[in-house]
T-cell receptor, first 116, second 109 residues
């Protein structure tokens, strides 16, 4: 199995630009999560989907952040406009339903975002 | 106070030493996870525990539900074990994981 695939691995952009991060979950996984990792705050859940439907977006920091999951094999996390404080590593993770009751997750390699 | 506290925050040891990383939590949980993150790399799930002990190779994870405490042990440590180890818990009745701040382990040859 290919695992969770994220792109881009690295993104450097200027403040005010739009950033789009992409994720392909493991086939057959019904849950998809977006996490942000910073030195100060560690790992934080931003949003998660079940069967392509957003279930909990309470971790999305503000309206500049949006996430979509148009189908079972693709999700995007968009930041518009980006700010330097958005610099972080963004992880996508997926989970199959039979294991979700205890929360086992399969993580992608992460997308490292730097906003100048 | 964080719901999940790890100790130590940083640990440096010599190759071959026995390593212990601790995780304490303050809420009722349905499961506890130990994750590993290598520098610049992704996150790998090492263990998922709800009781007792699990072993995989040189790694052992234990949990004491009554004391709300878990430990991750590494026997015969090796430089390739150098990574950040993260404890995460799933609160009873909740869907989200709550993460500790991580323990940065460095094993010197």
């Amino acid at each position: 199995d290919a695992g969770v695939i994220q792109s881009p691995r690295h993104e450097v952009t200027e403040m005010g630009q739009e950033v789009t991060l992409r994720c392909k979950p493991i086939s057959g996984h019904d849950y998809l999560f977006w996490y942000r990792q910073t030195m100060m705050r560690g790992l934080e859940l931003l949003i998660y989907f079940n069967n392509n439907v957003p279930i909990d977006d309470s971790g999305m920091p503000e309206d500049r952040f949006s996430a979509k999951m148009p189908n079972a094999s693709f999700s995007t996390l968009k930041i518009q406009p980006s700010e330097p404080r958005d610099s972080a590593v963004y992880f996508c993770a997926s989970s199959p339903p039979r294991r979700f009751s205890t929360g086992e997750l399969f993580f992608g390699e992460g997308s490292r975002l730097t906003v100048l | 106070k964080n719901e999940v506290e790890q100790s130590p925050q940083n640990l440096t040891a010599q190759e071959g030493e026995f390593i212990t990383i601790n995780c304490s939590y303050s809420v009722g949980i349905s499961a506890l996870h130990w994750l590993q993150q290598h520098p610049g790399g992704g996150i790998v799930s090492l263990f998922m525990l709800s009781s007792g002990k699990k072993k995989h190779g040189r790694l052992i994870a234990t949990i004491n539900i009554q004391e709300k405490h878990s430990s991750l042990h590494i026997t015969a440590s090796h430089p390739r074990d150098s990574a950040v180890y993260i404890c995460a818990v799933r609160r009873t009745g909740a869907q989200k994981l709550v993460f500790g701040q991580g323990t940065r382990l460095t094993i010197n040859p």
